[in-house]
């Protein structure tokens, strides 16, 4: 069964340092997504990206943060300079469908710990 | 404004008992996706239901079973007899059509000792 998945499971970064989540969605999916759980709290949403552009963000989603479609298979969350406060576990998510049905798989999580 | 609301932050049973984790949520709208997700401690989110809300018949599958009431407002989710390895946290979250996002619920912690 195809599956999200994403890489590294785990980063460790120093504070002021630039991180590249990737994530490689289902193959035939148009929708991608980025969520974030800080530690012991809810999945947050952050972004939403189809045509090769942001569809939707949330506060959250601010200047630091960016996402790209580099290729045909990957879909990246770049953060630029990373504070203590964006330590969480970052899922991805993609879908065939947009947001009348608007089903969506997640990854396994990429665990980014800043230090 | 869409919300959802887990009140229960953890709940204790033993083994064999039945448990039921409660969700109410919040919408305006009349075209909406339930959710239930369960995140055991390795912290991937495994996908458990997905419900419309024009369909309010209860589902079960095995030992887990749901009861959708669009009159509450309520999307609650039952373990029977519970085991060890359904200790997580679970997750109830809503989708409407007015958006892609995915609201999360704060989830429930189950801890179900042997």
């Known amino acids: 069964e195809p599956e999200v998945t994403q890489t590294p499971s785990h980063q460790v970064t120093q504070m002021g340092q630039e991180v590249i989540l990737r994530c490689v969605p289902i193959s035939n999916h148009l929708y991608f997504y980025w969520y974030r759980q800080i530690l012991g709290q809810k999945v947050e949403f952050l972004v939403s990206f189809y045509n090769n552009e942001i569809s939707e963000k949330s506060e959250i989603f601010d200047d630091q943060f960016s996402v790209e479609r580099p290729d045909g298979s990957n879909f990246t969350l770049k953060i630029r300079s990373t504070k203590l406060e964006d330590s969480a576990m970052y899922f991805c998510?993609?879908?065939?469908?947009?947001?009348?049905?608007?089903?969506?798989?997640f990854g396994p999580g990429t665990r980014l710990t800043v230090l | 404004a869409q919300k959802v609301t887990q009140a229960q932050t953890e709940i204790s049973v033993v083994e064999k008992e039945d448990v039921t984790l409660d969700c109410v949520y919040e919408t305006r709208d009349t075209t909406y996706y339930l959710f239930w997700y369960k995140q055991p401690p390795s912290g991937e989110l495994v996908f458990l239901i997905r419900?419309?809300?024009?369909?309010?018949q209860n589902e079960i599958s095995g030992r887990y079973s749901w009861n959708f009431q669009k009159s509450t407002s309520s999307f609650n989710f039952t373990i029977t007899a519970s085991q060890v390895v359904d200790s997580a946290v679970y997750f109830c979250a809503l989708s409407t059509t007015g958006t892609y996002k995915y609201i999360f619920g704060t989830g429930t912690r189950l801890k179900v000792l042997a």
């Open positions: 998510a993609s879908g065939a469908s947009g947001k009348a049905y608007n089903e969506q798989f």
């Open positions: 419900r419309n809300s024009f369909d309010e």
